[in-house]
């Protein structure tokens, strides 16, 4: 109430003032038609002001601050992956029994072009995704990720995520897992069709882990060359992978 009562007051102001201004140039000019003259013309222009301020400044405005929140929503798919998406999705990919086809392809480098990103990213849409049961440690994978739960209910409630579906969605699929392993007890001696619900857990996951990697590496690739290099290095697929730089 306050706040409009603030602007109802500066309202009445403003427009009082305009009134005195009038009203001086009507003493000094003695001429109130050519004041109400210019009066209805600045009146006439005031639908082209709103147009330019509603319609056009306004789309401009908000399209530069989607691009802000959508800037800090990948740094937050950044931490995503130092803290816990590389790791898992590493671990998912060794257990992949058909990823030997086209591991090679998954090395990224510093020369790949926007098309060379589309055309895997095109690829993997038909990939058939596998991971082999009874391969995965799921004592590995339960402590992992446990430990990292809050860190990712921390990352639910970040408002932004309502800008990136995809990412949205992959932290869901990667929070159920959690969930999924962390309620279990014993991990060791579980039913064969225990095993084959986690497995499907753990191929949704990855699935959207990795098209969530491709993506965000095309975007250090082309904003943050620095922050790319060393992603190259810890490439989750380069069996030969090492943070140290030899090249």
């Not at 857990?201 to 943050?224: C, F, G, Q, S, T």
């Amino acid at each position: 109430m306050k706040h409009l009562r603030w602007q109802v007051l500066l309202a009445v102001f403003l427009v009082a003032l305009s009134a005195v201004f009038y009203l001086v140039q009507i003493s000094i000019f003695h001429s109130s038609r050519d004041t109400l003259f210019y009066l209805l013309q600045d009146l006439a222009f005031v639908p082209v002001q709103v147009l330019l301020v509603t319609l056009i400044i306004n789309r401009l405005l908000s399209v530069r601050e989607k691009r802000s929140r959508l800037e800090k929503l990948n740094m937050v798919i950044g931490a995503f992956f130092s803290e816990v998406g590389t790791t898992l999705l590493t671990h998912l990919s060794d257990c992949d029994p058909n990823l030997e086809k086209i591991r090679e392809e998954f090395i990224v480098t510093n020369v790949w072009t926007e098309k060379e990103f589309e055309r895997f990213s095109k690829r993997l849409l038909a990939y058939d995704y596998a991971i082999e049961q009874g391969k995965t440690d799921l004592v590995y994978l339960r402590e992992f990720l446990t430990e990292r739960r809050e860190f990712l209910l921390r990352l639910l409630e970040n408002p932004n995520l309502l800008e990136h579906e995809t990412f949205t969605e992959l932290l869901l699929s990667v929070f159920h897992l959690v969930e999924e392993l962390a309620c279990r007890e014993d991990v060791h001696n579980l039913p064969g069709t225990d095993i084959t619900h986690i497995t499907g857990d753990m191929i949704r996951a990855y699935r959207l882990l990795v098209h969530e990697w491709l993506d965000y590496m095309k975007h250090l690739k082309d904003n943050y060359p620095y922050l790319f290099s060393l992603a190259m290095r810890l490439n989750p697929f380069d069996k030969n992978a090492s943070p140290v730089v030899t090249w």
